[in-house]
């Protein structure tokens, strides 16, 4: 007990500068030292009914790898971790852990809880550091098993799959593997070359991917059963945007959130030396309040554009990070809260003009739960702008599934099995994003875990 570490709040993590970090793409987040690191680990309790472990989605025993790290052995901290997560580095930077474990954690009753996703983060970099890698596969067994999409409910599925013996192909869309680890989130959040050195350690594996392959065009589901593989996991996300339905969407200086990110994080549109044509406005209009919201509001903020999160909730009401909104409020970013775009207006060649906004105020609670948002009545304006970047959501494309007649929910999503993650069509199973809609990464990552566990049964012991 003496070893315990009871200060209130986390040991910070070391960031780039507010005024330095909003001129480049660089990872904001610069990791824990060795020292920091068990700083922090020896705030934790070590629980006898730890909490913390019931609200991981993959089920990182985290008393025992905290413990570990606790002890500077930090070699058997990331044995634990990555026996539970194949994309430790993925998930520590970008998992909602205040939601999640984090939020569980009984030291944020009376402080900040443990820093569980730094911890997290600073051994699977240590052992990335250090040439340390875990993942070995058995030998072949003989079963070929086809995933359709390389995100991270793709990518964690593929790796369950490959170290117990299964041979295993990966189609993505794109010319590029991370779906959208590469395309989604900012290089200042999650580095492309930490997804880059992931997919490069599965390949290791005996993963195969075969890129720019859209699954319902080239080849359809059926049509890989009939190839070969026995079983086929369907994570190929959500990624079709969501737009309002208010005049002006046409005009020139409109994006979607996906677009415009994409743009940016794969096709390098930040890079002078890119060909990749993207509006470098002077006045950026981001809608919504979420994490994509963020990430598309800093990317404008630092490809020149003075960035406004527009949002018809409060502060309390947004579903972003609190460390995203915290960073984008110390990058400059305005918050124009409890307001609401009704219009786009354009100039004399239909290029982007101004957003015409109203007023809100929060009424009652609506199936949400959070209190619904009423125009206040006389409250229209204008906010002058060359740029807007829809930020509202996305849901599942049709398009993976093209060929079959597989169940879906109202929402379009492929339906699947809670418990096995099954579809309507034998040895196809669904999960992340394409089967939830858009939700987070880790949830992915476990609905991939799970996917795995229920395709090798259905391999080993189909008749």
Same mark, same amino acid.
């Given at each position: 007990?003496?070893?315990?570490? #009871?200060?209130?709040?986390?040991?910070? %993590?070391?960031?780039?500068?507010?005024?330095?970090?909003?001129? @480049?793409?660089?990872?904001?987040?610069?990791?824990? /030292?060795?020292?920091?690191?068990?700083?922090?680990?020896?705030?934790?309790?070590?629980?006898?009914?730890?909490?913390?472990?019931?609200?991981?989605?993959?089920?990182?025993?985290? =008393?025992?790898?905290?413990?570990?790290?606790?002890?500077?052995?930090?070699?058997?901290?990331?044995?634990?971790?990555? @026996?539970? @997560?194949?994309? =430790?580095?993925?998930?520590?930077?970008?998992?909602?852990?205040?939601?999640?474990?984090?939020?569980?954690?009984?030291?944020?009753?009376?402080?900040?809880?443990?820093?569980?996703?730094?911890?997290?983060? &600073?051994?699977?970099?240590?052992?990335?550091?250090?040439?340390?890698?875990?993942?070995?596969?058995?030998?072949?067994?003989?079963?070929?098993?086809?995933?359709?999409?390389?995100?991270?409910?793709?990518?964690?599925?593929?790796?369950?799959?490959?170290?117990?013996?299964?041979?295993? /192909?990966?189609?993505?869309?794109?010319?590029?593997?991370?779906?959208?680890?590469?395309?989604?989130?900012? !290089?200042?959040?999650?580095?492309?070359?930490?997804?880059?050195?992931?997919?490069?350690?599965?390949?290791?594996? +005996?993963?195969?991917?075969?890129?720019?392959?859209?699954?319902?065009?080239?080849?359809?589901? =059926? !049509?890989?059963?009939?190839?070969?593989?026995?079983?086929?996991?369907?994570?190929?996300?959500?990624?079709?945007? #969501? &737009?309002?339905?208010?005049?002006? *969407?046409?005009?020139? +200086?409109?994006?979607?959130?996906?677009?415009?990110?994409?743009?940016?994080? *794969?096709?390098?549109?930040?890079?002078? @030396?890119?060909?990749?044509?993207?509006?470098?406005?002077?006045?950026?209009?981001?809608?919504?309040?979420?994490?994509?919201? %963020?990430?598309?509001?800093?990317?404008?903020?630092?490809?020149?554009?003075?960035?406004?999160?527009?949002?018809?909730?409060?502060?309390?009401?947004?579903?972003?990070?609190?460390?995203?909104? !915290?960073?984008?409020?110390?990058?400059?970013?305005?918050?124009?809260?409890?307001?609401?775009?009704?219009?786009?207006?354009?100039?004399?060649?239909?290029?982007?003009?101004?957003?015409?906004?109203?007023? %809100?105020?929060?009424? $009652?609670?609506?199936?949400?739960?959070?209190?619904?948002?009423?125009?206040?009545?006389?409250?229209? &304006?204008?906010?002058?702008?060359?740029?807007?970047? %829809?930020?509202? +959501?996305?849901?599942?494309?049709?398009?993976?599934?093209?060929?079959?007649?597989?169940?879906?929910?109202?929402?379009?999503?492929?339906?699947?099995? $809670?418990?096995?993650?099954?579809?309507?069509?034998?040895?196809?199973?669904?999960?992340?994003?394409?089967?939830?809609?858009?939700?987070?990464?880790?949830?992915?990552?476990?609905?991939?875990?799970?996917?795995?566990?229920?395709?090798? $049964?259905?391999?080993?012991?189909?008749?």
């Amino acid at each position: 007990m003496s070893n315990i570490n #009871m200060q209130a709040e986390k040991t910070p %993590m070391p960031s780039q500068e507010p005024d330095v970090r909003r001129t @480049n793409f660089k990872e904001v987040a610069l990791g824990y /030292t060795e020292e920091q690191a068990i700083n922090e680990a020896r705030r934790c309790l070590n629980c006898k009914n730890p909490r913390c472990v019931t609200g991981c989605p993959v089920g990182i025993p985290i =008393p025992d790898f905290i413990a570990k790290v606790a002890a500077g052995d930090f070699k058997a901290a990331f044995e634990i971790v990555s @026996n539970a @997560n194949a994309l =430790p580095r993925i998930s520590g930077r970008v998992c909602p852990q205040e939601n999640q474990c984090e939020g569980k954690c009984v030291r944020g009753i009376k402080g900040e809880p443990v820093a569980i996703g730094r911890l997290e983060r &600073f051994v699977s970099d240590w052992a990335a550091d250090h040439g340390i890698d875990t993942m070995k596969a058995a030998p072949k067994n003989g079963h070929k098993a086809a995933i359709i999409g390389s995100g991270p409910a793709g990518l964690t599925c593929a790796g369950e799959l490959a170290r117990k013996g299964f041979e295993v /192909t990966v189609f993505e869309a794109f010319h590029k593997e991370g779906g959208v680890l590469v395309y989604g989130i900012p !290089e200042f959040r999650l580095p492309k070359a930490i997804v880059a050195k992931e997919v490069e350690g599965l390949k290791e594996l +005996g993963v195969e991917f075969r890129t720019d392959m859209v699954i319902g065009k080239v080849a359809t589901i =059926p !049509e890989l059963l009939k190839d070969g593989y026995e079983t086929v996991f369907i994570a190929s996300g959500a990624g079709l945007p #969501m &737009f309002m339905n208010i005049p002006g *969407l046409g005009h020139v +200086g409109v994006y979607s959130a996906n677009e415009y990110l994409t743009r940016i994080n *794969l096709m390098k549109a930040y890079d002078p @030396n890119s060909e990749t044509p993207i509006l470098r406005g002077k006045k950026a209009v981001i809608v919504g309040g979420g994490n994509v919201a %963020m990430d598309a509001a800093r990317c404008a903020r630092r490809m020149g554009s003075e960035s406004h999160i527009v949002y018809r909730r409060g502060e309390k009401e947004l579903p972003a990070r609190r460390e995203e909104v !915290e960073h984008a409020k110390e990058e400059g970013i305005i918050f124009d809260l409890l307001t609401n775009p009704v219009a786009i207006k354009g100039d004399d060649k239909g290029r982007v003009s101004a957003v015409t906004c109203v007023k %809100m105020e929060l009424g $009652e609670p609506d199936a949400s739960g959070r209190r619904r948002p009423v125009e206040i009545k006389g409250s229209e &304006f204008d906010i002058p702008c060359d740029l807007v970047i %829809m930020a509202l +959501g996305t849901r599942p494309n049709p398009m993976s599934t093209e060929g079959t007649v597989i169940a879906k929910t109202k929402k379009g999503c492929v339906q699947a099995d $809670e418990d096995t993650l099954a579809t309507s069509i034998p040895g196809v199973f669904a999960g992340g994003d394409a089967a939830t809609g858009a939700a987070t990464v880790i949830l992915a990552m476990g609905a991939g875990k799970k996917a795995a566990a229920s395709m090798a $049964e259905y391999m080993l012991n189909k008749k």
